[in-house]
């Protein structure tokens, strides 16, 4: 930075500058603030199920195929079947056999709020054992 003096000779006028040393640091601040900040606005979870590989059971129980479409249509079997129906379908299946087993297929694009509500229909049904069908994975 340059200065002019104040001794008596009056020769030299003072210069005008700007000070580089504060915006430095508050550059150097604002570039450290968005270091840090940026990975954490770029944060997501990337969710894409189902595929899994697993073995499947040796013994056979009864087994009920719900399926859930992507436009959140519920099929018992092949059969279509509303929400209500398909706690007394299972119910009933539930009665039957004590070992009744649930397979869900549910799209991809469906609800979880209909997976969840199946679910639960499910299990006031008596039905413990419940299992998503998923397509194999690689290995």
Same mark, same amino acid.
């Given at each position: 930075?340059?200065?002019?003096?104040?001794?008596?000779?009056?020769?030299?006028?003072?210069?005008?500058?700007?000070?580089?040393?504060?915006?430095?640091?508050?550059?150097?601040?604002?570039?450290? $603030? +968005?270091?840090?900040?940026? /990975?954490?606005?770029?944060?997501?979870?990337?969710?894409? !199920?189902?595929? *899994? @590989?697993?073995?499947?059971?040796?013994?056979?129980?009864?087994?009920?195929?719900?399926?859930?479409?992507?436009?959140?249509? $519920? +099929?018992?079997?092949?059969? /279509?079947?509303?929400?209500?129906?398909?706690?007394?379908? !299972?119910?009933? *299946? @539930?009665?039957?056999?004590?070992?009744?087993?649930?397979?869900?297929?549910?799209?991809?694009?469906?609800?979880?709020?209909?997976?969840?509500?199946?679910?639960?229909?499910?299990?006031?049904?008596?039905?413990?054992?419940?299992?998503?069908?998923?397509?194999?994975?690689?290995?």
């Amino acid at each position: 930075m340059a200065m002019g003096s104040f001794n008596g000779t009056g020769s030299q006028m003072p210069t005008a500058e700007i000070n580089m040393t504060p915006l430095v640091d508050v550059m150097l601040v604002l570039l450290i $603030i +968005f270091m840090i900040t940026a /990975p954490l606005m770029t944060h997501s979870v990337k969710v894409d !199920l189902p595929r *899994a @590989a697993s073995t499947p059971t040796p013994e056979k129980p009864m087994t009920l195929q719900v399926s859930i479409t992507a436009d959140n249509r $519920i +099929f018992l079997g092949s059969d /279509p079947i509303d929400s209500g129906t398909l706690e007394t379908r !299972l119910r009933e *299946a @539930a009665n039957q056999d004590a070992n009744v087993e649930l397979h869900l297929k549910a799209d991809r694009d469906s609800r979880y709020e209909s997976v969840a509500e199946t679910m639960s229909a499910a299990r006031r049904a008596g039905i413990g054992k419940i299992g998503f069908v998923t397509q194999p994975g690689e290995k």
